[in-house]
Each structure stands twice: as structure tokens, then as C-alpha cells.
């Protein structure tokens, strides 16, 4: 089986569509003519996930996180301080990433996700 997502013809700068069968919502944009499918759903607390042209970053709309639109990997950490240091991470910290084709210009997820 697989799952279409959308026409490419659609695709302008990024969209978002909600996924049934993964439960996630995803969110599919160009960067330097790739295509990338990515969650929209930022680990920190769910916000939605955008893609912001100007900076060529992933941004979340609640509190301004970034991610690598390559690798999905959280590239902000909104601690500053001189206080007490401790280690502290974040789980899970990177967007999850989706393996997906192009077939007849339409994109398609594969269907290994289950
Ligand atoms: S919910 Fe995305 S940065 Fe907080």
C-alpha cells in the first residue's frame, strides 16, 4: 500500500497535511530543488512546524525553536544563564524524518512506517 500526500504541482514554498495512517501531521517543502517530509509537530510541546523561506530554517509558531530542514535535528536550546549548570536534554529533540517517492509527479509515502 502506499499513501499519496499530495500533487507537486501544489507544492510552492511548503505544506502541511494531516496523515491518517501515521497519526502525524507532515509538512513537505523544497530546499535547493530537494524534497523533504518531515513531522510537523514540534517535539518540545507540539507546536506547528513551518518553513521559513528567508532563513532556510524549520521553526516552530510557539516558541521559536529551529530545526535543520535536512536532518530535522533541534538546533535551538533557549537556556541562557550564568547560574548553575547542569546538563540538560531534550526528549526527543529531532523531527521525525519520512522516506517517501515520486511517482507520476505525485509524492507517495512508503509504507514501512508501521
Ligand atoms: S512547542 Fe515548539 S518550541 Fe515549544
Same mark, same amino acid.
Given at each position: 500500500? =502506499?499513501?499519496? %500526500? &499530495? ?6 514554498? @511548503?505544506?502541511? /497535511?494531516?496523515? *491518517?495512517? +501515521? #497519526? ?13 517530509? =518531515?513531522?510537523? %509537530? &514540534? ?6 512546524? @513551518?518553513?521559513? /523561506?528567508?532563513? *532556510?530554517? +524549520? #521553526? ?25 549548570? @547542569? ?28
Amino acid at each position: 500500500m =502506499k499513501i499519496e %500526500i &499530495c500533487d507537486l504541482k501544489d507544492l510552492n514554498l @511548503y505544506l502541511t /497535511k494531516f496523515v *491518517k495512517e +501515521l #497519526r502525524d501531521e507532515l509538512i513537505i517543502y523544497k530546499l535547493n530543488g530537494e524534497i523533504f517530509v =518531515k513531522s510537523s %509537530i &514540534c517535539p518540545h510541546f507540539g507546536g506547528e512546524i @513551518y518553513f521559513c /523561506k528567508n532563513k *532556510k530554517k +524549520l #521553526r516552530c509558531k510557539w516558541h521559536d525553536w529551529t530545526y535543520c530542514p535536512k536532518t530535522g535535528k533541534c538546533e535551538t536550546y533557549n537556556i541562557k544563564t550564568n547560574v548553575r549548570n @547542569y546538563k540538560v536534554s531534550t526528549y526527543p529533540k529531532d523531527l521525525k524524518n519520512y522516506d517517501f517517492f515520486i511517482e507520476n509527479n505525485k509524492l507517495y509515502l512508503n509504507n514501512d512506517f508501521t
